[in-house]
């Protein structure tokens, strides 16, 4: 079954801090994984990509990391803001046709000052 | 250029009653889709429409539901005889394609609230 589990389901943090996302998939065959931002009341907004072949990518403060062989991501923030509060969501596409991106539930993250 | 825009953002209704919620895609994207998100939950994917091809309503969760996208843009999902479970935010998003890596562009919600 083709599943997205994000862990932790939320975390506090204080500003300036660093902290780290974890995401772990079953979904087969592997397209792509992307990790979105969503603010409260906004729509989802993506902040990297990566393909099988990639196992980094960098949007600013934000890194991703991509273990195709485990099948595990992670998110790491560097020196969070108070904007970063906000739900971070894992997504994992698959390569077949029709629709085929599973959604995880995403951990929301509380940066206080 | 324009993001991908829903109305209304706020609809109230009460139990039994239908409602229509619209989006409107980016210009030039040929695939739409429609998802629910209920309260600190993740996204639930409704339907999909990727250019001229059948959409793919393997989402929906009862024939109450049905979404149309006439002319390959706008988009309207009906919901008939509104149940309070049906209670959620409906995201839309467009993308340039329907291939995976193509990104998905979201709209800022229809909260949805049946009383």
């Known amino acids: 079954k083709n599943q997205v589990e994000q862990s932790p389901q939320s975390l506090i943090i204080l500003e300036g801090k660093n902290c780290t996302l974890q995401?772990?998939?079953?979904?087969?065959?592997?397209?792509?994984l992307r990790w979105y931002k969503q603010d409260t009341g906004r729509g989802p907004v993506s902040l990297t990509i990566?393909?099988?072949?990639?196992n980094t990518k960098s949007n600013g403060r934000y890194t991703a990391t991509l273990d195709a062989d485990t099948k595990q991501s992670s998110l790491h923030i560097t020196a969070s803001q108070l904007s970063d509060s906000a739900s971070y969501i894992c997504?994992?596409?698959?390569?077949?046709?029709?629709?085929?991106?599973?959604f995880g539930a995403g951990t929301r993250l509380f940066v206080k000052a | 250029g324009a993001g991908v825009s829903q109305s209304p953002s706020n609809k109230v209704t009460e139990k039994g009653k239908d409602v229509e919620l619209r989006c409107d895609p980016i210009?030039?994207?040929?695939?739409l889709y429609w998802y629910r998100q209920s309260l600190g939950q993740g996204l639930e994917f409704l339907i999909y429409?990727?250019?001229?091809?059948?959409?793919?309503k393997s989402g929906l969760p009862s024939d109450r539901f049905s979404a149309e996208r006439t002319g390959g843009s706008v988009s309207t999902l009906t919901i008939q005889r509104t149940q309070q479970e049906d209670s959620a935010v409906y995201l839309c998003?467009?993308?340039?394609?329907?291939?995976?890596?193509?990104?998905?562009?979201f709209g800022p919600g229809t909260r949805l609230t049946v009383l």
């Open positions: 998003a467009s993308s340039l394609g329907g291939a995976p890596e193509n990104e998905q562009f």
């Open positions: 995401c772990n998939y079953t979904v087969s065959p592997f397209s792509n």
């Open positions: 990566m393909t099988f072949s990639e």
């Open positions: 997504v994992v596409s698959a390569n077949t046709g029709g629709f085929k991106t599973i």
């Open positions: 210009s030039g994207h040929t695939a």
């Open positions: 429409f990727q250019g001229n091809s059948a959409p793919d």
